[in-house]
Structure formats: C-alpha cells, structure tokens
C-alpha cells in the first residue's frame, strides 16, 4: 500500500468521524440536548406514581374506593435542565360492592414525565386515534423510544395488590399493627356508642391510652350544634398486646343494620389508606383483659365543662 493511499483512508475516516459527529450534535439540539441516562435516576419512576397518587381522588368518594398502579421502567432521559421518565402506566381503580372488589375505571397507557430538581413540573399522553403514532414520535427522544412505546405489549397487573389491600380493609383479622399505627404511636380510638348520655373516650396507643373524661358542653343560650370536643383526660401506661382486640372485631360497613345495633363499642383504627370503623361487645376477651388491666370503664359518661 503506497503511502498516498494510507494518506487517502485516514482522511476518509476523518470525515466519516467528523460527519458522525455532526449528525450526533444536531440530534442532540434538535432534541434539546436530551440525552439518555444509562445509570442512576431509578426513583424518578417512583416519583412520577407518587405525584399521580396525589393527583388522584378516587378515595374521596369512600373509604373503600382506591386506584392501584404498576408500571413498566421505558427509560430516563436528561438536559441541561430537566429529567425524563418513560413509562408505561396501568391504573385500576375499585370500590368495594356487596362484600367483593368491583372494577370502576381503568387505563393502560404511555406517559412522560418531566423532572425539574426530582420533583415532577408536568406529565404528557399521547393523543387518541389517527394522531396517535405522530404524537409518541414528538413525544419520545428518538425512534429506539418510539418503537419500543408503539411495540409495547403490556402485561401488567394489579390483581396482587387489589386483592391485599382489600383482604385487610373487608378482615380485621388481617391487620397487622405496621398496618394501622399512626406517627403518633396511635393505634386506635374506642368509645361505647349505644350511651345515652356523651360516652368517654379512649385513646389507646402502643404503649399508653388516654382516656377522655370531660368535653366541652353547651353554655346557656347558645347554639349547641359544634362538633363534640374533650378537653380532659387521664392518661396511663400498658403492654397489652391491644391488636388481638383489633383482630376480634368486626367491620360496620359489612354488617346488617340488626347486628350493628347489638354491639356496643365502635372503633377507629387505620392510617392513609387503610381506615376501618370497626365494632365490637362484651364478648371480645382481649378488650376485656385490656380493660380490666388498665381499670378502663368504657360504659362510663363523659362530664361537661
């Protein structure tokens, strides 16, 4: 090989490597610079489900309404300014009916979510019918994005996490204390709601309770109709074991008007979530034991002050 031809591929590689070079730029700033995140960045999946868990009100249409979401990691991305999360996302939301979970909404798309210091700024979906393979083109970095969202065959699921969340929510008997227990160490808030006069009111938490004595009654021609508010109590320490109470009672919203009558005690225990008004009687032992231990009378009314 003569040294003019050697001279001729070196100047041949050259400018294959300067117009490579030149493409890669302009994809670059056609793209704004957004370049794909091959290490690191995981959690922004976790805070972009996060933000749409926030964004969701399907709780505040009952207790037992709640959407569930899974989704599939498609890829991160990054500028100068913003990060990048593509996802596929599936989410279900469900209400309990007659006892079982019943699917009332549903969606199974792709999103992309933009990062400004980790915190979601906004999220986009692509458009529906005929306009929907340009819009995940102008959507995603490039066509190896592109392709995988247009090839996408999702098998996602979230039956596992329907079927836990509502085990717990229909079953005391499921509940484990990580499940119900407050920041504030609190368990649960019992009182007897069959008195006929202001009942006291008990608060019980992992290693104390606090009973309420007295609540602020209702001065001489003043309108009474304010919301019931202790102002005094007594407070106290225990080790009982008080879940096993929890775990022996029964759930209102899944009782008959008629067996709801005949039981006296009504709790409050749960968190986020997870929230139950449960009932319970004399029957239930370890509420007995716990009583007995802590010399608690749930039958007992408040004073007013």
């Known amino acids: 090989m003569s040294l003019k031809n050697i001279d001729k591929s070196k100047i041949y590689y050259v400018v294959v490597i300067i117009l490579l070079l030149i493409i890669i730029f302009l994809l670059n700033r056609a ?41 599939d990691k498609l890829g991160l991305t990054k500028n100068e300014k913003y990060k990048y999360a593509y996802m596929w996302i599936l989410g279900e939301t469900y209400h309990l009916e007659n006892g079982e979970p019943k699917e009332r909404s549903a969606y199974s798309m792709f999103f992309k979510f933009t990062f400004k210091d980790n915190k979601v700024v906004k999220y986009e979906n692509p458009e529906d019918g005929g306009k929907y393979i340009k819009s995940v083109k102008k959507m995603c970095l490039d066509n190896l994005m ?44 019992i009182s007897n709601k069959n ?54 009672s029964e759930n209102s919203d899944l009782l008959k008007s008629k067996e709801r009558e005949n039981l006296d005690y009504i709790i409050y225990v749960g968190k986020k979530e997870i929230v139950h008004t449960l009932l319970t009687d004399n ?23």
């Open 283 to 305: 029957n239930n032992k370890y509420l007995n034991e716990f009583l007995k231990n802590t010399k608690v009378d749930l039958d007992a009314c408040a004073n007013a002050e």
């Open 146 to 189: 592109s392709n995988k969202v247009l090839k996408y065959n999702s098998k996602l699921s979230n039956e596992k996490q329907v079927k836990a969340f509502y085990d717990k929510v229909t079953n005391p008997k499921k509940l484990t204390k990580k499940d119900i227990i407050n920041e504030d160490k609190l368990l649960f808030t």
């Open 195 to 248: 008195n006929k006069c202001v009942p006291v009111s008990l608060n019980v938490y992992e290693n104390k309770y606090e009973l309420y004595t007295k609540y602020k009654g209702c001065k001489k021609n003043k309108n009474c109709n304010t919301k019931l508010e202790y102002t005094s109590k007594k407070t106290g320490k225990h080790s009982y074991d008080v879940i096993k109470i929890i775990k022996n």
């Open 31 to 71: 793209n704004n610079n957004e370049q794909y995140i091959r290490r690191g960045d995981k959690e922004l999946y976790d805070i972009a489900i996060d933000y749409l868990k926030k964004e969701d009100n399907s709780e505040s249409n009952g207790a037992y309404y709640k959407t569930f979401y899974s989704y």
